[in-house]
């Protein structure tokens, strides 16, 4: 993890998102290798560029990632989750620092954290129980 993802994590206060996306990662590859094929060559194309320069958010940059990412494994939609726990549709782009899960359109598949605030409520995180994987 390199200083500039970690303060970005602070200032927007999220938790780490990488180890969520390698889930996702993992997942696709045995769902759908042609668009883990497709995941991969854009995470080196579009994230690890974008990192490696001094001009981009990192966090920013991972967050739209993993907003691209989810919808390979499941079609959905981006939702934010406020401190009461309540879901409403994500603007685009997404808020960063706010908790943002995909819900698939498929009810019975669980939907995926694609950002976690470092201090979420106890509401966020029982929605994220309830929804998520």
Same mark, same amino acid.
């Given at each position: 993890m390199s200083d500039a993802y970690t +303060?970005? +994590?602070? $200032?927007?206060?999220? $938790?780490?998102?990488?180890g969520l996306y390698r889930q996702l990662l993992r997942r696709l590859r045995s769902h759908d290798p042609a668009a883990y094929d497709e995941a991969v060559t854009r995470y080196h194309e579009e994230?690890?560029?974008?990192? $490696?320069?001094?001009?981009?958010?990192?966090? $920013?940059?991972?967050?739209?990632?993993?907003?691209? +990412? @989810?919808?390979r494994l499941a079609p959905g939609s981006l939702m934010t989750i406020a401190e009461n726990g309540r879901a409403?549709?994500?603007?685009?782009?997404?808020?960063?620092? @706010?908790? +943002?899960?995909?819900l698939p359109e498929d009810t019975r598949t669980r939907g995926f954290v694609i950002a976690m605030p470092a201090e979420a409520t106890p509401a966020q995180r029982e929605t994220a129980a309830l929804l998520c994987e």
């Open positions: +303060l970005s +994590l602070q $200032e927007h206060g999220l $938790e780490d998102v990488q994230v690890e560029a974008a990192v $490696e320069s001094s001009d981009a958010d990192p966090v $920013e940059v991972w967050v739209r990632y993993g907003v691209w +990412l @989810a919808p409403d549709p994500a603007p685009d782009p997404p808020p960063l620092g @706010a908790m +943002l899960i995909h």
